[in-house]
């Protein structure tokens, strides 16, 4: 795996657009690495929402990433809002979810308004389906936030 400091970096230095097709490679490459070493992984998904300084939001959750993620966790800003982050190594389920909850709390009590969304790699799967499967996962939290009473039919 590689450092999350570097990534970031990285990130920093490479416009949104080049990054997101780095970030594609860097989870097909990520994959195989995996499977060659049969270490657990999960993708967890971080959006933010819009405010009335999204830059400054994007840059407070950059550095409170940088200080709650390990270093062998990669982490990548695909959007001006959302970032992905590969947790690796994952021991299960359970420390799963216990990481994702401990970060969705330090960005609320940072009052950095997000959603945030998780997936456990499956056996075999690649990445890129397990990130897929956490931005669907994002996209029900943040519909809940903004439609608290779910769908009316009219």
Do not use: C
Request: without cysteine.
């Amino acid at each position: 795996m590689s450092n999350q400091h570097q990534t970031r970096t990285t990130a920093e230095r490479t416009p949104l657009a080049s990054t997101s097709s780095a970030w594609f490679d860097a989870l097909v490459s990520e994959t195989t690495k995996l499977e060659q070493l049969g270490v657990h992984a999960a993708m967890l998904s971080v959006r933010l929402r819009p405010s009335d300084d999204t830059t400054r939001a994007a840059a407070q959750a950059r550095t409170l990433f940088g200080l709650i993620l390990r270093p062998t966790d990669r982490l990548d800003q695909t959007t001006p809002i959302s970032f992905s982050v590969l947790l690796a190594p994952q021991q299960d389920l359970a420390e799963t979810i216990h990481l994702s909850n401990q970060i969705a709390e330090a960005l609320a009590k940072a009052n950095i308004d997000a959603s945030t969304g998780f997936a456990q790699r499956r056996p075999q799967e690649s990445l890129l389906d397990t990130w897929a499967r956490a931005e669907a996962e994002l996209d029900r939290a943040a519909y809940r936030v903004e439609h608290p009473n779910g769908l009316t039919i009219s």
